[in-house]
């Protein structure tokens, strides 16, 4: 009878789950208006193998042809739907871009804004009043796991939070773990891993809220979901066999009892 008894205990608790949260910031109280100020929004920085489209404008013609690359003409001469190729300008291992008359530029480590300044002091001694303008051209972030789209996405604004790249990748399954999200990202020539909470307000403030470019979004699966991959079997199987394993149970309760 003691047996059964274990056998029983041990068969609920396999059966019962822990209740999972899966709500996002859910210690966010719905009768309370948040107001924070926004610290975390940090632009990016140039990194070696970037892809940047760089245009320079000026008061001179001739320096605009001279400086401006990136953009090749492709189709047969002569035709009418010719189209416009971006290519760009690579940012190499040490970080920089080679453009003409400068040769070398050292631009990684720099945001946008900082790069442009840094190119305007430099072509200004051959240009008249040069604009730059800069914008990544492989601004990417990668979801995968427990997500209903899993894939790598462009993103043409270059600001993109972590909810946004869940939201583009389908959002959460319900077997995804939200409070314990790992993100992967490559800066400085470092690679870090770190997990993050979103049942938590917290989230909003932390530093990896917004994501950077090339990182990567893994989503584990729970526990229930890993039992159900390794053993094959399908939501209801698995219910079933739980289902079943206690009727019997029971049944030899009522024959013991009896």
């Known amino acids: 009878m003691k047996a059964i008894t274990l056998y029983v205990i041990f068969l609920?608790?396999?059966?019962?789950?822990?209740?999972?949260?899966?709500?996002?910031?859910?210690?966010?109280?719905?009768e309370i208006t948040l107001s924070e100020a926004i610290v975390n929004d940090v632009d990016p920085k140039i990194q070696p193998n970037d892809l940047l489209n760089?245009?320079?404008?000026?008061?001179s013609a001739e320096s605009n042809i001279l400086f401006n690359r990136g953009v090749i003409q492709t189709g047969s001469?002569?035709?009418?739907?010719?189209?416009?190729?971006?290519?760009?300008?690579?940012?190499?291992?040490?970080?920089?871009?080679?453009?003409?008359?400068?040769?070398?530029?050292?631009?990684?480590?720099?945001?946008?804004?900082?790069?442009?300044?840094?190119?305007?002091?430099?072509?200004?001694?051959?240009?008249?009043?040069?604009?730059?303008?800069?914008?990544?051209?492989?601004?990417?972030?990668?979801?995968?796991g427990e997500v209903n789209n899993p894939s790598?996405?462009?993103?043409?604004?270059?600001?993109?939070?972590?909810?946004?790249?869940?939201?583009?990748?389908?959002?959460?399954?319900?077997y995804g773990k939200r409070d314990n999200v790992l993100l992967i990202r490559e800066q400085d020539g470092e690679?870090?891993?770190?997990?993050?909470?979103?049942?938590?307000?917290?989230?909003l403030q932390s530093p990896y809220f917004y994501l950077q470019q090339n990182?990567?979004?893994?989503?584990?699966?729970?526990?229930?979901?890993?039992v159900q991959v390794s053993s094959g079997r399908s939501n209801m199987q698995y219910g079933l066999s739980i289902g079943l394993a206690l009727?019997?149970?029971?049944?030899l309760l009522v024959t013991q009892v009896f």
């Open 152 to 174: 790598t996405f462009t993103v043409p604004s270059e600001r993109i939070n972590v909810f946004e790249a869940l939201g583009l990748a389908g959002d959460m399954t319900a």
């Open 247 to 251: 009727v019997s149970v029971v049944t």
């Open 215 to 226: 990182d990567i979004i893994y989503v584990e699966p729970d526990r229930v979901r890993a």
């Open 77 to 144: 001469s002569g035709s009418s739907e010719s189209s416009l190729k971006t290519t760009g300008y690579l940012v190499d291992k040490s970080g920089d871009i080679t453009l003409p008359v400068l040769g070398k530029v050292k631009l990684a480590g720099l945001t946008k804004d900082q790069a442009a300044e840094k190119l305007v002091f430099e072509l200004g001694k051959y240009a008249r009043d040069p604009i730059i303008n800069i914008n990544f051209l492989n601004f990417k972030v990668t979801v995968i």
């Open 54 to 59: 760089i245009t320079i404008t000026s008061l």
């Open 12 to 30: 609920l608790s396999i059966a019962s789950c822990s209740p999972r949260n899966l709500t996002y910031l859910s210690d966010l109280h719905q």
């Open 191 to 203: 690679r870090t891993t770190t997990r993050i909470n979103l049942n938590n307000k917290d989230v």
